[in-house]
C-alpha cells in the first residue's frame, strides 16, 4: 500500500516534470526523514535555549549595575552586527579547536557539531530577544514601578512580577518574528555537516541533480513550520493581551 502511495507521487511528480525518483530507494528516504528529524530537534532545543538567555540578558541590561550590563551589550553588540554563519565557523573552526588542544584531542572534546549549532544560533537570537524585552521595560509605566515599590517588592521582585510580565505582552510580536527567523537560521548547520534536512537534501541532489525538486520541498518544510510557530505566537499576544496597556 505504502509502496503504491509512493509509486502514485511519483508519478504524478513526473508528469508535471518533476524528479521524486529518489523516494524509491530506502537509504535516500531514511537520510531525508532522519534531516528532517534533526531539524525539528534542533529547532525544539533553540527555541527554549534563546528564550531563556533573552530574559536573562534583558535582566542584566536593565539591571543598572555595570559588571552586569557592559558585558552583555558587548556581546548583543558583537552578535548583531556579524553573520549567523561567521559566528558558527568561529565557534567550530577556532574555538572548537582551542578546546580540542587543551583537552588533549577530538576524543576528550565532548562539544559536537550540534553543540555549536544550537549555542550559536540560540544566543544569536537571545540578543535580539534581549533588545525587545529591554524596550518592553523600558516601556513600563514608572507609576506602575513605584506603586510595586511603595509596597515592598525588592528590584528583583519588581522585575520578576511586575517589569517582566508586562514587557512580554509589548515584545510578543518581536519575540515571535525572531523565532520564525530562529527556525530558518537552523539550516546553517549544513555548513559543518549537521544532518538537518538541507544537509541531507544536498547529499541527495548531489547524486541524482533534482535540486528543484528538493528545494521546493525545503520551502514547504520551513514555511509549514513558520506558520506554525507564528500561529502560536499570535495566540499568545491574544491570550496575554491586557485592555489598555500597549494600545
Known amino acids: 500500500m505504502q509502496n503504491d502511495i509512493v509509486q502514485t507521487i511519483i508519478s504524478l511528480t513526473a508528469a508535471i516534470g518533476l524528479n521524486f525518483d529518489f523516494l524509491n530507494s530506502g537509504y535516500e528516504v531514511d ?26 540578558f534583558a535582566a542584566a541590561l536593565t539591571s543598572g549595575k555595570t559588571w552586569l550590563s557592559a558585558p552583555v551589550r558587548a556581546y548583543i553588540e558583537l552578535t ?10 568561529f565557534g567550530f573552526l577556532v574555538l572548537n579547536m582551542l578546546i580540542t588542544n587543551a583537552v588533549g584531542g577530538a576524543q576528550n572534546n565532548p562539544f559536537t557539531p550540534f553543540f555549536w549549532v544550537v549555542s550559536v544560533t540560540g544566543l544569536h537570537i537571545a540578543a535580539f530577544h534581549a533588545e525587545a524585552l529591554r524596550g518592553g521595560i523600558e516601556a513600563v509605566p514608572s507609576t506602575t514601578v513605584e506603586a510595586a515599590r511603595s509596597i515592598g517588592f525588592s528590584q528583583n521582585q519588581v522585575l520578576l512580577y511586575v517589569e517582566l510580565p508586562l514587557a512580554i505582552r509589548t515584545a510578543l510580536p518581536s519575540i515571535v518574528n525572531n523565532l520564525v527567523n530562529l527556525v530558518k537560521l537552523t539550516t546553517v548547520g549544513s555548513a559543518i555537516a549537521v ?4 544537509y541531507a537534501s544536498l547529499m541527495i541532489w548531489t547524486q541524482r541533480d533534482n535540486v528543484i525538486e528538493l528545494m521546493i520541498v525545503l520551502l514547504l518544510f520551513f514555511s509549514v513550520i513558520n506558520l506554525v510557530v507564528a500561529r502560536i505566537g499570535y495566540w499568545f499576544e491574544r491570550r496575554l493581551a491586557v485592555p489598555g496597556f500597549g494600545q
Open 31 to 56: 537520510m531525508w526523514l532522519d534531516g528532517m528529524g534533526m531539524s525539528l530537534i534542533l529547532i525544539a532545543v533553540t527555541i527554549p535555549l534563546s528564550l531563556v538567555f533573552g530574559v536573562l
Open 80 to 89: 548583531r552586527n556579524t553573520p549567523t554563519l561567521v559566528q558558527l565557523m
Open 195 to 198: 544532518s538537518e534536512i538541507t
